[in-house]
């Protein structure tokens, strides 16, 4: 994909929550509610999407679905998603049926990003959910177990045989209800290496790729997540689906326009940056901060925003709404142009 084609625009908001000085997101209400609110501004701007990213035992966005469904009652057009459910705190066949009644009240609205899991403060915090890995096994296979009785559940397939003196004695199999139309379409993988994009789109899931990749080949990190974003496409085709797959990444974008911005960001766009993670060199794409026009410049040379369908901007969702929304209407203004995007209302 290149500039000028279809580009969808929306925000990532990771839902932090202190009492801290300087915070206006002071409690988990706070959190939920101007989700809510920053969603509803994000679809009067023009953009075309509005995530959450969801973690547990932190003081952050945990059940995303209650939050999705508020979402979805406060617009009409925006799409609703999460950046990503971490799958091994999941009961799969409930959460096909959250999902499923998550999308029919959002009118087919709902982008679901899920994965295998990521860093986190607990330890073995989805064993504390009652979900531990069988002997020989880690948490991961159980993720992608999980992963893949939730994807026959998204897809209509019988899960359980039927009770036959409920049924006349007549053997049958039942699927979970409800089922929603187009849903196991706009389900997404969060990927972080290329190995792993290519067995997303084997799996016929669109591909969600962050500002990390756990692996580090010495290029840039825009180039590095090109490559995973090609290598993907090609998977795709030559498994033979019979649709386009979607694809996103993820960027902080900050146009610095006001002393306000200067002084919560500075002015001046951070580099590339490798390190440890769980034991494996990574590496974290820079944040883009400056004055709008070399940020659009900027923008526009990323080769992996260049081949992505979808950008979703990482939002300091600490700072409140008000400021938030004035975030993303300056990156509309002044930067989003420059990588093909106009508003949905103009296309």
Do not use: C
């Not at 009492?19 to 501004?41: H, K, M, N, Y």
């Not at 992963?147 to 004695?169: N, Q």
């Not at 990482?314 to 700072?319: I, S």
């Amino acid at each position: 994909m290149t500039a000028g084609t279809d580009k969808r625009i929306g925000f990532l908001s990771f839902g932090h929550w202190q009492p801290i000085a300087g915070s206006r997101v002071r409690t988990a209400r706070d959190a939920l509610v101007q989700s809510v609110e920053l969603a509803v501004a994000a679809e009067e701007l023009g953009l075309d999407g509005a995530f959450v990213r969801v973690h547990h035992f932190a003081r952050q966005l945990a059940s995303p679905f209650p939050l999705l469904s508020a979402m979805a009652a406060r617009t009409s057009r925006i799409e609703v998603g999460t950046g990503v459910v971490d799958m091994r705190y999941e009961n799969p066949l409930y959460m096909a049926e959250e999902a499923a009644a998550t999308d029919l009240l959002s009118g087919g609205r709902l982008q679901l990003g899920i994965s295998r899991g990521s860093p986190e403060t607990a330890l073995r915090g989805s064993e504390a959910f009652g979900y531990v890995p069988p002997p020989g096994t880690t948490d991961a296979d159980l993720a992608r177990e999980k992963t893949a009785l939730f994807l026959a559940a998204v897809r209509g397939a019988a899960v359980v045989d039927a009770d036959p003196a409920m049924t006349g004695g007549t053997p049958a199999r039942l699927a979970v209800q409800p089922q929603s139309p187009g849903l196991a379409d706009r389900i997404w993988w969060g990927s972080g290496t290329r190995a792993t994009a290519v067995r997303t789109a084997e799996q016929g899931l669109n591909l969600m790729s962050s500002t990390l990749l756990v692996e580090d080949t010495g290029v840039p990190f825009d180039e590095l997540q090109a490559e995973q974003i090609e290598r993907y496409r090609a998977a795709w085709a030559a498994a033979g689906w019979d649709r386009e797959p979607r694809v996103s990444v993820s960027r902080s974008v900050v146009p610095v326009v006001s002393d306000l911005d200067r002084a919560y960001f500075g002015d001046r766009s951070g580099e590339d940056q490798v390190g440890l993670l769980e034991g494996v060199r990574a590496r974290f794409g820079k944040s883009y901060v400056g004055e709008p026009d070399r940020l659009a410049e900027e923008l526009a040379k990323d080769a992996a925003v260049r081949e992505a369908d979808t950008l979703l901007l990482t939002v300091p969702n600490m700072l409140g709404v008000e400021y938030n929304a004035t975030l993303l209407e300056n990156v509309v203004r002044y930067v989003a142009p420059a990588i093909g995007w106009v508003p949905a209302g103009q296309r």
